[in-house]
């Protein structure tokens, strides 16, 4: 007779799930230091969970957890179909493709759920025995108890990495009151690599495993303001999230798995033309990326980052498109649209002189004032110069 353990292991398999792994709900005490000297140096984003004790002691979630089952599923990284070359394109980083993460993690999730429940042997333990499946906009630090459940170990770029399928996984935990035997934790497997930190543009890992997440270009292609300047090459056409840390590690060589019909990308959902993007209304917006776990935030980032895009591409093909984003409402986008006039017009800077010019005259928006002042001196300066 198999253990309940063992059953739930073969099932996750049927419905699934890659990896299954099951640990203790002791509380994780030992990130408490480093969660609170994140947060006061400045390191968190604030997409965080707010609660820090939530976030280390499972009994929070509800009285007495015995257990916490963790699962990995892995995710594609290379697209089959031929992105086409006839227009600038931006692309979605890897962990955005395929219809949202969440929604596939929480299908998995509550269909073990469900199983575990028809597992019971008396109506007794049908209920008394509690299911907290959490996604990872829940309390706990997913990548701590995936660690502890056995999937992998925590890399130096901070994400968890597994033996099997690298760092391209999707992570998602229950919290449970029933025990069952906890697997093993993995031990480190870096040894002395160091290719994420230097590979980071930004310079966003710490080196421990931990990062300053405002400086990773992921939160950065994120927010809803002004992109600061010294981000926005370094996004190069990456218009969400980032996959550096993760392409440079050497347990993702060669990982790419596609199990998950759901996962698969669609080259004009996670390569979007660019221009089109500029002006798509919230209907088509919502057609076109409103599955992606990289539309959360909305269209305005996208449409920023767009305009960060074309400049970087070298658009020119595109500045009347970008020049009618001057009279945008969102003051955003006027700004990132000064902006990227300046990048692309840089070698004939009397083109749109003028109309920048115009813009000053009755632009009243501090951000985007700035930026006219600093793009109309970047252009009328001597060239040897700029
Ligand atoms: Fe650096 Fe990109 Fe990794 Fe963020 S996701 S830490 S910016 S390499
Ligand atoms: Fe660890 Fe190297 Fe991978 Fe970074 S790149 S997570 S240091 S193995």
């Known amino acids: 007779m198999q253990s309940l353990k063992e059953r739930i292991i073969a099932e996750s398999k049927k419905i699934g799930i890659d990896k299954i792994g099951f640990t203790t709900a002791e509380p994780f005490d030992y990130l408490k230091e480093s969660l609170i000297e994140q947060k006061a140096a400045g ?5 965080e969970h707010p609660d820090i004790d939530e976030r280390i002691y499972p009994e929070k979630t509800f009285d007495n957890p015995k257990s916490i089952i963790a699962i990995a599923l892995a995710y594609p990284t290379k697209i089959h179909e031929e992105v086409p070359r006839d227009e600038k394109r931006g692309q979605f980083a890897r962990a955005s493709w395929g219809i949202d993460y ?4 929480q299908d998995r999730l509550n ?3 469900d199983f575990i429940k028809t597992e019971a042997d008396s109506e007794q333990e049908t209920a008394d025995w509690r299911f907290v499946p959490q996604v990872d906009t829940g309390e706990l630090v997913d990548v701590a108890v995936a660690q502890r459940a056995g999937l992998g170990f925590i890399g130096k770029n901070g994400l968890l990495i597994t033996e099997e399928y690298g760092s391209f996984v999707y992570l998602g935990e229950i919290v449970t009151n029933i025990q069952f035997e906890p697997d093993e934790p993995v031990a480190n497997g870096c040894g002395d690599c160091t290719r994420c930190i230097t590979g980071c543009p930004t310079g966003a890992l710490l080196g421990d495993g931990r990062m300053n997440a405002k400086k990773c270009l992921s939160y950065q292609t994120q927010t809803k303001g002004m992109m600061p300047k010294e981000y926005r090459k370094k996004i190069r056409n990456i218009i969400y999230g980032c996959d550096i840390c993760q392409l440079v590690c050497p347990y993702n060589k060669g990982k790419d798995f596609h199990f998950h019909p759901e996962m698969e990308p669609q080259t004009e959902e996670v390569f979007p033309k660019l221009v089109p993007l500029l002006t798509i209304s919230n209907k088509q917006f919502k057609t076109q990326f409103g599955h992606l776990a990289g539309s959360w935030r909305g269209k305005k980032p996208l449409q ?3 305009l960060i895009a074309l400049a970087n591409l070298g658009g020119r093909e595109a ?6 984003c001057l009279d945008d409402p969102r003051p955003v986008i006027r700004g990132t649209a000064v902006w990227a006039i300046g990048q692309l017009t840089k070698r004939a800077p009397d083109q749109f002189l003028d109309t920048l010019r115009d813009l ?5 928006d501090e951000e985007v004032l700035t930026e006219l002042e600093e793009t109309l001196t970047y252009l009328t300066t001597d060239k ?3």
């Open 43 to 47: 390191h968190t984003s604030g997409f």
């Open 102 to 105: 969440h929604n596939i993690l």
């Open 111 to 113: 269909r073990l759920i």
């Open 304 to 306: 920023r980052n767009a």
């Open 319 to 324: 500045l009347p498109k970008i020049v009618n």
């Open 360 to 364: 000053q005259s009755t632009e009243t």
């Open 384 to 386: 040897k110069r700029r």
